[in-house]
Each structure stands twice: as C-alpha cells, then as structure tokens.
C-alpha cells in the first residue's frame, strides 16, 4: 500500500509541475515595403514625352513616349455596352501532377530570403521548397467565332481578367481589334523569388512560353472547341507586374510564337530566382543589355508604369528594383533599337493600376494589334 501510495504521489507531484513548452524559432520580421515616391515625368534622364490632355489617351496609331493626366475616367469599352454580343466563357483547371516543365514550389509563409554576401545581386531562399499547384485557365471565346477556323489569341497571366473579356467584346463588336480568344491563365501561387508564380514568370527563358506551347493550348482547343492559329502576327501576350515582364519573356524568347505584348507596371527589375550567372540581373538586364544588343526582333510593344510604381520593396538594395526607372529605361532601348512600341507613364497612378487599366486597356490592344490582317487568322 505504501509503495503504491507512494507512486500515486509522484505522480501527481509530476501533473502539477508546470510545464513550458519549447519556444518556436522566431521568424523574422517582415521587411516594411517603402512607400513609393511619387516621380515626376520629367525627371533628367527620364525619356521625353507627349503631355496629354487630362483624361485623354494616346493615339492608337503612333509610337513614342505620352503622359497621362491625373483623371482616370473607364474608356466606355471598360463596361458591358447594351447590344453588343458577349463572347462565351469556358474554365478547366490544370494540376502539377499532369504537368511535365513544372512540379511546383512554394516559400514558407512570412519568409523572403537573404543577401548572397558574394554576390549582393543575389537572393538565397532557403526557405523555398517543393509544393504541388492546382491553377484554373479561363478562355474568352468571341460570339464571332467561326467554328473550325485559326483565331488570333491573346495570352494573359495572373487570371481570369475579366475586364480584358469585357473590353474584348466591345473592341471586336465596333471593329476595332479582330475576333480573336483571350487565355487567361491563374498563376501556379505565391510571388517573387521562391515561390511559384516567380519561377514562372520571373526565369529569363523560353520555359514558360513553352510550357504555354506544349501543355495550355491543346488544352485550350479542346475544351472551348476552338483552333488557335500558329502564325506570329496573331498572337499576343500581356500581363502586370511580373506577369508583365513573363508576356515581353514569351516574345524575347519565342518571337516565333508571339509578335505583339502588352505590359502594366512591368517587372524590369532583377527579380530572378534561382539566380542564373549568364544573366545574372535577371529582367533588368532587357534595358541593360538585351534589346540593344542583339538584333531587332519583330516585336510590337505596349507598356505602361505609374508615377507611385514600386521602388526598392525588398532587402536586396541592389540599384535594380525601381519599377520606374526601369520602364523608362525600357522605353529609352526600345526606341533607340527602332522597335515599335508606345509607352504611357500615368500620373496619380500605383502599381498595375485598375483605373488606369480601365481609361487605356481599349486604346492599348488598338495599338498593339495594327498591322494585324484577318486572313492571317487562316494559318
């Protein structure tokens, strides 16, 4: 009895001793993003450009460099018109299982990464690992679509972007752009270096275009029952942000695929990630090195930044992460190189800016498919 008592008391001794669970590790603060300055258009060593009036575009028809007002009023385009035939939606979702180019990452939650102290251009993500994504891919198909013909396409990242579809609709109803399928592809999750979306649209390569090539077409004309044309001049692609800088990566990399491109706040900067030493400042090397040193491709650019665009937003503090100064850069090789392009630099306006969007998504896809015939659609 006493023996067992004995143990009881022990015990209970045992219950009632207070215990203090292991502290976690602690994760690091997250770096605060600046609060972007707001530039001025006519900053020195900024290009020359076209004031505009207030509220007003740039001409569908002229290359060059323009300044948006301060008032962003939607173009009319922007919004469902009475009368005018919607085209019809069609959505199937793509997994990393099914996929043969990507398997899938992720970053740890409340993590970025560190400086490489070697190479101060380069970010280590340790904290990057394998992850599966499950993505959705929504496709416009215009009411004008004749079953069974090659249509022009327009490829969009970061989807579905509803407000190209609206857009779409109006533009081809007056005329004003051809029938042509809008692809609107999710991304695969997360942002910049580590994560998924950043693998995709962020790696200077050919990958994601042929990923696109290989794997969402076929996709694409099977479930919405359509054909897609192989011929450059009907193809385009367009995207915000990273998402931006992934549309220009399509074409510089495939110009045998994609002619046209139309960017918001494009990500010029050195965002790549894993850091590739044969283009070791990742996107900023388009304006750096790129565009003016090789051959002039047959490529059609509209890009537009806002004056309170990203400037600085990570710990890398390497010179190339102003959003800004790297689309005026952008603009300044492109047209030294000849190549045709527009670029808007929209006043009271942030990064990738939805009122912005709104008053110049019509005028830019005007721009960005002239030269553009209807029969070409038949190849």
Known sequence: MFRTLSIATMLLACAIVPVHPQTPAATPPAVPRPTP??????TPGY???TELPDGANAPANADGNFILGATHTPA????????????????????????????????????????????????????????????KVTVYVPSQYIAGTAAPFIVGADG?????????????????VPGMVAISISNGGGDAQGSERGLEYDTMS????????????????????????????????TGGSSGGSC?????????????????????????????????????????????SDAPVKPIRLWMEVGDRDLYNPN??????????LANEQMAKVLAARGYHYQFVFARNAGHV?????????????????????????SK
């Open 47 to 49: 290009v020359k450009a």
């Open 76 to 135: 009319s385009e922007s919004t469902p018109q009475t009368g005018v035939p919607q085209g019809k939606i069609v959505e199937f979702t793509m997994t990393s299982a099914e996929s043969k180019f990507y398997s899938g990452i992720a970053r740890d939650p409340g993590t970025f990464g560190t400086v490489d102290p070697e190479i101060p251009a380069k970010l280590l993500v340790p904290t990057s690992h394998p992850a599966p994504w499950t993505r």
């Open 353 to 377: 800016d939805r009122s912005v969007r709104q008053q110049t998504l019509p005028e830019a896809l005007e721009y960005l498919w002239q030269g553009y015939h209807a029969e070409a659609a």
């Open 37 to 42: 300055p707001t530039r001025d258009a006519h």
């Open 160 to 176: 579905p972007d509803k407000l190209l579809f609206t857009v779409l609709d109006n533009l081809i109803a007056e005329h004003k």
């Open 247 to 291: 549309a220009l990566i399509m074409a510089w990399y495939h110009p045998e695929w994609y002619h046209r491109v139309l960017t918001y706040s494009g990500t010029y900067v050195n965002q790549q990630w894993p850091y590739n030493p044969a283009i070791p400042h990742g996107a900023w090397e388009f304006h750096e090195h790129l565009i």
């Open 206 to 237: 050919g990958k994601y275009a042929e990923w696109v090539e290989s794997e969402v077409l076929p996709r694409v004309e099977a479930e919405a029952h359509v054909k897609l044309t192989h011929d450059p001049e009907g193809r385009a692609t």
């Open 315 to 324: 710990i890398m503090r390497d010179n190339m992460h102003d959003w800004v």
